[in-house]
């Protein structure tokens, strides 16, 4: 088993090894590898979506234990002057906290999953395997809440 593969690169399919020839169409090249490839980009995918949803679930749990609906809106009370009501003051230290972690946590995301991009365009450069990060251990180079 291996694989026809479109010279332009756009696609491919399946096809049978029959007495070491493959049954290649006009514009076809053989391979064994291209499925894994592109098996390794959705894995790419599903690891940066699963980390996107993760960090925004960590985001809110956090806001929610300290009894608002979620980080929007604590971080809605983002102000950089006190407020006249000093009462109200706790939400507005609340919300810049909740503002620059949120921030903080984006920033420290995407420079991780660039380091992490960067190090598969290596590995294949080098036809060496790179072993993805899990969500857990994308979230555990998560920042912690200032307050």
Known sequence: MGYAVRKDGLGWRAVDLLEGKADLLEGETFSTTIPVIQEQQEEEEKLKSD???AIQNMLDTKAKEYEYDDIL???SYKSPTPLENPLDEKFRL???AFYDWRSACWRTSIAYMTEVK???ALAKEKNEEYTLPTVEDVLA???TLDL
């Open 94 to 96: 609340q919300g810049n």
């Open 73 to 75: 809106s604590v971080a």
């Open 118 to 120: 960067d190090a598969i």
């Open 51 to 53: 980390v996107k949803t």
């Open 141 to 143: 180079k998560m920042p």
